[in-house]
């Protein structure tokens, strides 16, 4: 079962005296998922309350402190069932935790800044939309812009800033799963390039915490580029 991080859920079976116990590893406490779940958000926290007590879901502390999900049964015959509601919370919680449940303020700012660097840098004849989709229908995604070259290659850009490093991870797997999308857009032809410009300027963010979700964007070809330090190699993608 995947989970919007684009990691599979695994799920781990035990067996205590005469019960058998499924739990999640402490993999979500651990971050395994490519996440940490925003509990101090109280949008997210009664999500995350709702999933507990939807799927009957307990929790306990390792020796460690490492915090383990889990759910049991003395019926053998119901170990796949509690396997299924356990996966289930797994990705829902997770998946959720992907989500932005408040506004930010710092992206219309950030965008402000990129749209007049592209105006002032980019040569005539590069045609850059804002805020729309592949499509130029209302209800499809739309990216943060679309610039189209002289050649007529398209990259994709998306805008990330925020003001707690859990939007920026929010925001960088959106772009990705946005970019997988276009995949399957008629103009997947002419798609040239997938980046995500992050705002690296502002103090809430943190690159250690983002480096695993920019080496999965790597690794399905998609550019995760700073600010600060290259905004230049949007420029050069841009004219490709």
Known sequence: MPTSTDMYVSIFITKRNDAWIATDGGWIN??????????????????????????NISTTDSPSGILFHYKGTRDYSLIPNIVFDLANFISSVVSCACIEYRSQHDTPVFKKTVKQFL????????????NTSLTGTKNDARFGAIISSTKGKLSLVNFVSGYS??????GIYRSSFLFDMAE????????????VLVDDSVTSFNRLRVNSIIETCKNKDQRVLTWSNDRNELLKAALL
């Open 30 to 55: 651990r971050g395994i998922y490519n996440c940490e779940l925003p509990l101090e958000d109280s949008v997210y926290s009664k999500i995350y309350s709702h999933f507990m007590d939807e799927f």
């Open 165 to 170: 490093a859990q939007y920026f991870k929010a």
């Open 184 to 195: 399957f857009s008629p103009a997947k032809e002419r798609i040239r390039n997938k980046i």
């Open 119 to 130: 105006s002032e840098r980019l040569p005539s004849g590069t045609n850059v939309a804002y």
